[in-house]
């Protein structure tokens, strides 16, 4: 396996549901990302891990819960969500050599198309 | 005003043309300037990466920032049909987390 690899690729689920994502990434990275893609819409940064730690919530509903149990390995806990919840949510990592590590490009799996039924 | 403006497209050109995607952004700090391409049902892929003014070539791909005007642009030459796909630009300082554009869809006729 190479890159950062998303699991699953897709997911429908109802709004009382509990479920999760799960990314991993094999480029020796530090630091993770979640993101949220809408259709016409910018990304949308979700959570960024640095060396397993939070260091970033981008004011993120709680129905959404990261856990990052080392800095290869980033899921996304999903329960109670609403349609407009709906999107592709995109896992990212990159190597943080210093400060917010934004001097670094990120690099992204393919994502979990996400719909709420 | 949105921190960096990307034009939505759609942007239809026939094979072999040269393309010219943009950006433009507000933030003066911004150093660090990448193009990512996105196939359908594909995660954002990148394509070109700079820091500061200038330009930067990697085959048909020329990545040209021009910080004075706060203008990005990739230049895409002998287009092909593969081509076509979204392509957002995004950019950070070092202060800065990167922000990226919204993004433009591109097709490629053959």
New interface residues.
């Given amino acids: 396996e190479t890159g950062?690899t998303?699991t699953p690729r897709h997911l429908v689920m109802g709004m009382t549901n509990k479920k999760s994502l799960k990314c991993e990434q094999h480029l020796g990275h530090n630091a993770m990302y979640w993101y949220k893609q809408s259709a016409?819409?910018?990304?949308e940064?979700m959570f960024?891990y640095n060396f397993k730690e939070q260091t970033?919530n981008n004011s993120v509903p709680s129905r959404f819960s990261p856990e990052c149990p080392n800095s290869s390995h980033l899921f996304l806990h999903l329960h109670t969500l609403q349609p407009e919840d709906s999107a592709l949510y995109?896992c990212a990592s990159s190597q943080v050599t210093?400060?917010?590590g934004?001097?670094q490009?990120?690099?992204?799996?393919?994502?979990t198309?996400l719909s709420i039924l | 005003q949105k921190e960096?403006e990307q034009d939505?497209g759609p942007l239809s050109v026939p094979e072999g043309a040269i393309v010219s995607l943009n950006c433009t952004y507000s933030n003066s700090a911004f150093?660090?300037f990448?193009w990512?391409r996105q196939y359908s049902?594909?995660?954002?892929?990148?394509l070109m990466?700079t820091y500061s003014s200038g330009n930067k070539e990697d085959g048909r791909f020329t990545a040209q920032v021009d910080k004075s005007s706060k203008y990005i642009s990739l230049f895409i030459r002998d287009s092909q049909p593969s081509d076509s796909a979204t392509y957002?630009c995004?950019m950070?300082?070092?202060?800065?987390?990167?922000?990226?554009?919204?993004?433009t869809r591109l097709s490629i006729r053959p």
């Fill in positions: 950062v998303q016409k819409k910018p990304l940064l960024v970033e995109l210093s400060g917010t934004a001097d490009p990120q690099h992204f799996g393919d994502g198309r | 960096v939505p150093q660090y990448m990512y049902r594909k995660g954002p892929e990148l990466y957002l995004a950070s300082s070092s202060a800065s987390k990167i922000i990226f554009g919204s993004g």
